[in-house]
């Protein structure tokens, strides 16, 4: 029985993982093709990669994209989760509800929706407008973590902050915000791997500047190669290593 | 320094729930003033008119002459300490205590000297760089004291401080918070529902009653000489004997009509206001006192509850005579 539930672990890991195994494993592939046999390990994919100026140019969008945009949806999305929380406003079940609603939209529509408005307002596909396509697809994700945070506990010692003199800026800033560090930094990390996996909304809203998902469907347009599979281990790199950090300056410092 | 607080007839509705009802209180520069009442009397109500966290539905708050109508509480010259503390987690000791004076652009060097005398005033020198989780629940509340008193307030508003303390402790807080407050001389507002905490810190004592202020004076005043049935229920255990046409239950009385109030530890064999001979029904010894009920001979459906002295060794069933030495009477 204890070794069926071992071997249901395993396969459900391997279910899970040998898709990025595989992909991980033929980016070191010493030929022109990522598919068995495996002929022998080989560093030239890499090289290649990062010597490619387009794709380390759209590594460094795609790093823009993520850390600006997360950052202005979890300044949006703490500010009205902390409104929504104090004060007793007509409607805030809608608004809420209004708030949280894009989770529940699919990527495609919103982007669909966000370049017919682009074009009527005369706004250009650019990392600008992805950059706002990601703030709509991030700002309730960061809105439902910040709400789900507030407690009475902060809530004394914010009144504690104004009977001290702070206003009410200071108070969010010095009190509320810091108080909240770990699921703010959850709600901020999550966006921002978000963010940098995001590829339709991305695909529809740049021209010029591309992010990396992007670039990688054009370099899988020219054929399957190792080097897509080597770009597709760092961007694994990158999200793992994001994951990492979440767990160890979160949630560890939480317990 | 310090201020008077003028409270100005009072109201504060909700809906149709009345928590004050024309309430009005002169407290001087400097005292030590409790608001002592039971929960939903309206006290921290009160309290928090004062320190600007609510506004009442009528009537005027003053703080030394100043009107405080639409000032809000950051620009009083109160400070308030909070009954759960509200430290804030994510800052040293020191960080805490300084952040009134941050708030009021001191330089850094000036907030940390300042924090660490405050700290070393309530007792906790040398810990400024500790964080709250690491202090007890009574250590705490000393933060949470300095960090009100560093502002240097006007006026200090206590919101049932020493309420999630356990009793030895929050003795010693007590004595302590009267020699803080002697010390620093600010005048001191504090909510409680215990009344033994009343009397232990307080110039004067206001009893609260159903939005109402029921009795205001010094502790033995408002003890011995309550000036309604509330406050002498509320301030400690005392036996209520009615007398009509200068009649009590056991005899005849020395007294106008109403209720005559006898504390329990008023009750002697030495007393001047005679009740009589009383036959002892169950006896507990207290450790300070001995507690006894009794019933008068002459009136054998009246049961009064006694102390009498360490000393005593009564058994049931015997007869003792006994007589009040104070008491008061109150109509209602």
Not at chain 1, 204 to 218: G, K, Q, Y
Request: net charge neutral.
């Amino acid at each position: 029985m204890r070794a069926l539930s071992w071997a249901y672990l395993a396969l459900a890991y391997a279910f899970i993982f040998l898709p990025v195994v595989v992909l991980v494993v033929f980016s070191f592939q010493d030929g022109r093709l990522p598919v068995p046999p495996f002929k022998g390990v080989t560093l030239d994919w890499y090289a290649q990669v990062l010597g490619d100026d387009d794709l380390m140019a759209a590594l460094l969008n795609s790093l823009l994209v993520a850390v600006v945009s997360s950052l202005v949806a979890l300044t949006l999305g703490f500010l009205a989760a902390h409104a929504l929380a104090r004060v007793r406003l007509p409607g805030s079940a809608l608004m809420r509800g209004v708030l949280i609603a894009p989770m529940t939209v699919s990527y495609l529509i919103i982007a669909l929706g966000l370049l017919t408005v682009f074009n009527q307002m005369g706004i250009r596909p650019s990392l600008w407008a992805t950059g706002i396509g990601h703030v709509v697809i991030n700002l309730p994700l960061c809105f439902a973590i910040s709400y789900a945070a507030m407690g009475d506990h902060q809530k004394n010692a914010e009144r504690a902050a104004r009977d001290l003199g702070a206003a009410e800026w200071q108070v969010l800033a010095l009190v509320s915000a810091p108080m909240l560090a770990a699921p703010l930094a959850a709600a901020f990390f999550l966006s921002v791997t978000f963010s940098w996996d995001e590829f339709i909304i991305a695909f529809l809203l740049t021209r010029f500047d591309v992010t990396l998902p992007v670039e990688i469907w054009s370099m899988l347009k020219s054929g399957l190669s190792p080097a897509t599979n080597a770009v597709g281990s760092l961007v694994f790199l990158v999200s793992v290593t994001l994951v990492f950090l979440l767990e160890l300056l979160v949630f560890r410092r939480v317990k | 320094m310090t201020a008077a607080v003028s409270i100005l007839n009072i109201s504060q509705r909700y809906g149709t729930a009345t928590a004050l009802d024309a309430v009005s209180l002169e407290i001087a520069a400097g005292e030590f003033v409790v608001l002592l009442g039971p929960s939903g009397c309206g006290k921290t109500t009160l309290l928090n008119i004062i320190g600007g966290f609510a506004e009442p539905t009528s009537g005027q708050v003053l703080i030394g002459g100043r009107d405080m109508a639409g000032v809000a509480a950051k620009d009083r010259p109160t400070t308030t300490v909070f009954q759960d503390y509200a430290l804030f987690p994510h800052m040293s000791l020191r960080d805490n205590v300084a952040f009134g004076l941050r708030m009021r652009g001191a330089s850094r060097a000036d907030r940390a000297t300042k924090a660490d005398a405050m700290l070393a005033l309530v007792g906790l020198d040398g810990r400024g760089d500790r964080r709250p989780h690491e202090l007890s629940g009574g250590q705490r509340q000393r933060v949470a004291l300095a960090r009100a008193l560093a502002v240097e307030p006007d006026v200090l508003l206590l919101d049932e401080p020493l309420g999630a303390l356990d009793l030895k402790l929050r003795r010693q807080m007590q004595e302590e918070l009267k020699a803080i407050q002697r010390r620093v001389g600010t005048t001191f507002v504090h909510v409680t529902h215990d009344q033994e905490e009343a009397m232990a810190i307080a110039d004067r004592i206001v009893v609260m009653n159903a939005g109402r202020v029921e009795d205001f004076g010094p502790p033995r005043q408002v003890y011995l000489q309550p000036k309604t049935l509330f406050t002498a229920g509320f301030m400690g255990e005392v036996n209520r004997i009615p007398v009509t046409n200068g009649q009590a239950p056991f005899g005849p009385v020395p007294v106008p009509d109403g209720t005559l109030c006898l504390r329990p530890e008023a009750i002697s064999a030495t007393g001047s206001l005679h009740i009589g001979l009383c036959k002892v029904i169950d006896i507990a010894f207290f450790g300070t006192h001995v507690r006894v009920h009794v019933t008068p001979l002459s009136a054998p459906d009246l049961a009064l509850v006694v102390h009498l002295p360490q000393s005593a060794v009564p058994e049931v069933g015997a007869v003792l005579n006994l007589g009040a030495e104070t008491f008061v009477v109150l109509q209602g």
